[in-house]
């Protein structure tokens, strides 16, 4: 379950960086605001970034207070 947000984390931060770059590259070839990759970069990949984040704390937390006796 750990490595699932993992990727979930790592996807994450690739989606935001491709969907930056695309939104930006078809607004300025178009001409046109392309509400698509922008909504997919300050939305959904911040969101997907914040659960996986989460859920690797608490692993990390549970391991944490699983060692101690």
Sequence with gaps: MLKIFLLVTGIS????IISV?????????L???EPVFFFIA???????????????LVFYIKRLFKKTP
């Design 13 to 16: 931060l690739f989606v935001f």
């Design 21 to 29: 770059f695309l939104h930006n590259a078809i607004s300025g070839w």
């Design 31 to 33: 001409e046109i605001e």
């Design 42 to 56: 300050v939305i959904i990949s911040p969101l997907a970034f914040i659960v996986g984040l989460s859920g690797i």
